[in-house]
């Protein structure tokens, strides 16, 4: 991914974070296409979002704000 890309992706990833106090980082490795729909329709009947990203445009994308801390021990 070019640099110009991952600017514009943390700047999108920033915008839709601002305000957001809370979040829960889970690791979805090994979760196959039909449990991933599952789970997130779930989540959208609690008006709760989810988003699969890249821990370094995280954490970079979270800098200085609420969350940061929560991406600071992310490799």
Do not use: H, W, Y
Request: proline content about 3%.
């Amino acid at each position: 991914m070019s640099k110009a890309v991952k600017n514009l992706v943390i700047n999108q990833l920033s915008n839709k974070l601002d305000g957001v106090q809370d979040c829960v980082l889970v690791d979805v490795i090994g979760i196959d296409a039909n449990d991933t729909c599952t789970l997130r329709k779930r989540l959208r009947e609690k008006n709760i979002s989810m988003t699969v990203v890249k821990n370094g445009l995280a954490k970079r994308a979270t800098e200085g704000t609420p969350l940061a801390p929560a991406f600071e021990q992310m490799e």
